[in-house]
């Protein structure tokens, strides 16, 4: 069955320090994988998916097909960056529909 | 940016009544929308995928007599909560998307919508 893991839920960091949030899947296909974020209070928005390879606010995420993991990166977390951080996967061929993981609250001290 | 709104963003209602839920795009057509149900602290579970001019389809575990997804037009998509108990209290999400089957186009999300039955 399709599963998305994020082991952690709780990540706190101090500000400048790097960062990762861990993301494993399962699933059969060739997946698409996003991290989406939501800041307090805000909605859900898209941060970044793997088919674009670019770096939004200083994050990356990059898709190991081996380890089947799509970890997100930052190199020096931001107070700013606080935030719950969801990976998700998108079955390509079911209508684009999201299996999310459990989310990662991410907390950046100052 | 493309915008979903939902109304209402709160409501309480009494045990045994029904709730409808509204989901709108309003600066592009979504010929997909889906609903989605997060309790406190948790992931967001889909409950069904709504296309525009036909019958929702459900995620397995979800009843979809008691979750009537209506999808009238390509900006509005409804969700009606018939039957209410507290167990249904949770905060509901929809999203749309402009792609159809098979695509993969970006989810843009509404803001949630916090049921509690009393």
């Known amino acids: 069955a399709q599963r998305v893991t994020q082991p952690e839920k709780l990540l706190s960091v101090f500000k400048g320090a790097p960062v990762e949030l861990k993301c494993n899947y399962s699933y059969s296909g060739s997946p698409e994988l996003f991290w989406y974020v939501q800041y307090s209070r805000q909605r859900l928005q898209l941060l970044l998916r793997h088919i674009s390879r670019e770096s939004i606010k200083g994050f990356t995420a990059d898709l190991n097909k081996g380890e089947t993991s799509f970890h997100l990166k930052k190199p020096f977390a931001q107070e700013e960056d606080s935030a719950m951080y969801y990976c998700a996967l998108s079955e390509g061929n079911q209508g684009g529909k999201l299996i999310f993981g459990q989310g990662t609250e991410l907390s950046v001290k100052p | 940016g493309a915008v979903v709104s939902q109304h209402p963003s709160r409501v309480i209602c009494k045990s045994g009544t029904s709730v409808k839920i509204e989901c709108r795009s309003l600066?592009?057509?979504?010929?997909?929308m889906f609903w989605y149900r997060q309790f406190p602290k948790q992931s967001l579970m889909l409950m069904a995928t709504?296309?525009?001019?036909?019958?929702?389809?459900?995620e397995q575990g979800v009843e979809k007599d008691k979750f009537l997804i209506n999808h009238a037009s390509l900006t509005l998509s409804t969700l009606t909560v018939t039957s209410a108990h507290p167990e249904d209290s949770s905060f509901y999400i929809c999203?749309?998307?402009?792609?159809?089957?098979?695509?993969?186009?970006?989810?843009?999300f509404g803001p949630g919508t916090r049921l509690t039955v009393t």
């Open positions: 600066d592009f057509q979504a010929t997909t």
């Open positions: 999203s749309a998307t402009t792609g159809g089957a098979g695509s993969l186009n970006e989810q843009y």
């Open positions: 709504s296309n525009e001019g036909s019958k929702a389809t459900y």
